[in-house]
């Protein structure tokens, strides 16, 4: 089983950047599709961005509607790590944010890290 460690939330003001990151324990990292997802409170967990693996940089991303444009979502294969660069942030993005391994289309995943908490101030 992966296991996956996410960083770099926290508490910043609208129209702020942050980069959360995620780190995955084993090998299969490089095979598999990555992912964000994020459940605000009172909500449903919901689908942010995913990455494929490959060399296709135009077709291996994909994402929520309302973070086009502002979140950008990255792999590094050698340290089997997994990025979400967020700029523009909104207050609507505050959420618990977690990474995972082997998406299932955009609703599930086989492997979940335990959350990084992100808090935009209006």
Known sequence: QVQ??????GLVQAG???????AASRRIFSSATMG???????KEREFVAGIKSGIRLSTNTYYK???KGRFTI????AKNTVYLQMNSLKPEDTAVYYC?????GTTNAGDWGR???VTVSS
């Open 4 to 9: 996956l460690e996410e960083s770099g939330g």
């Open 16 to 22: 702020g950047s942050l980069r959360l990151s995620c």
């Open 36 to 42: 964000w997802f994020r459940q605000a409170p009172g």
């Open 65 to 67: 509607d309302s973070v």
């Open 74 to 77: 990255s792999r590094d294969n």
């Open 100 to 104: 995972a391994a082997n998406l299932i």
């Open 115 to 117: 959350g990084t908490q």
